[in-house]
């Protein structure tokens, strides 16, 4: 009789041994036939949604696939139904090519499942996060001693864990009373061009959207800091309380960096919480002669980084930093029985009860593994290539008679066709999707103003990619002139 054998048995979760090692392989065979062949791919999917549907609504589980079969239909799904967002000519908001630590990092977290609920069951991964923590911190001209920190599923969690962390430090009564225990309303403010995240954190906290005030921008689309003040000073003579300004680095739509020093100043005068949003344009920090485009940010009370936009890490992984070493336990701290009592080292507290999740990810690693294996300088080179391409577009646009009405040193472009009307702008977009070659994106600036907008989100964009982005542009302007 043969020998019970646990390790060739067929599990229907963990499959056996043979069947894992054949799926590893047609794993890594898909993974790196999508990175070689996708630059010949097209860029935007084509095909009606109701494929999309139909195709998924044919699985059942009443009849389980193979494993093979099932990785080959994902794969083939994949590549027919989506945006190729890793694709070199994906010119659209900041979703990079992901870096290949990343995706190794991610499978290794995946295998190895370690739980960051609290210190002592995985002390390595809270470890490396509050090391790589510390190392963005100082790259800001921040403390890395001082600062607390915590990975975040993206930017809008950092921006939300902004908003809480600075309403306890200005009102700790509403850790237990609530809102309801404030007698003014509190009130923060971003600039018109801020990421809408604000908006869905004002609403999910409590205070509601009405508690946003966007201030006007000026006509290089910075934060109005003289109009800002003047709000501050009505706000406060209707009665309000206001408690936070949310800056910039890097508008979502066109790459706008807020005037942080004066900001810095005015938040300071007016003892407000300073929060700086940097989800991508902090990656500037990573390159000595763009740093100075965040002047100011070292005096940030806190600080949103995501390192899934321009360090271009897999999705998601963004980063809330703050230099107040307390308030993370002051906002999110809870005992429960089954839980470790906390430890005095603050080395060894639990991430659980210093940020909004629980049971979390070791999101931290896809950073680390592609910090450790670039280094600093492997990102500065990367980074910088992005630049001179988003500059070889601004100039190559700008020969052709293309306006370009944005001014920043980030790799965003907007833009839009000489006397171009709002029909001519959406016809070129749909054209330049449809031919599959390129996507650039279409954005509203001031709330209004309608334009083309690209961005270079892969370190693997050329000047040959940079080029036939141009070209598409231009064809799609010829077949579509000014009517
Ligand atoms: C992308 C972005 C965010 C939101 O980040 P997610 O990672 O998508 O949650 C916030 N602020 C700015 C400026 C961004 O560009």
Redesign the pocket.
Known sequence: MREHDPENEYHPLGLDASTREGLWRQVIQEIEGYLTRLDDHRVAPRGKVDAVFERIDAVSFDHPMEPAEAVKWVADGLWKHQMQTPHPRYFGL?NPTPTTMGIAADAMVAAFNPQLASFSHSPFAVAIERHVIGQIASKFGQDPHATRGSFTS????A?HTALLTAMVRRFPEIREAGLRALPKGPVLYVSGEA?H?FLKASRLSGLGTGAVREAPVDDALRLDVLALEKQIAKDRRDGFEPFMLAA?A???GAGIVDPLPQLADLAMASGLWFHV?A??GGAAALVPELRSVLDGIERADSI?F?A??WLSVPM?A?IYLTRHPGVLHDTFAVATGYMPRPSDDDRQADPYAHSMQWSRRFIGLKAFLSLAVAGWDGYARALRQQVAMGDRLRERLTERGWNVINRTRLPVVCFTPPGGSLDQMRAIFKQVESDGKAWVSLVRLRGEELALRACVTSYRTSSRDIDILVDTLENARTTHPQG
């Open positions: 900041f993206g930017g809008a969690e921006n990421h995240s910039t890097g508008t979502t949003d989800a991508w949103t995501d899934h936009k998601g963004g």
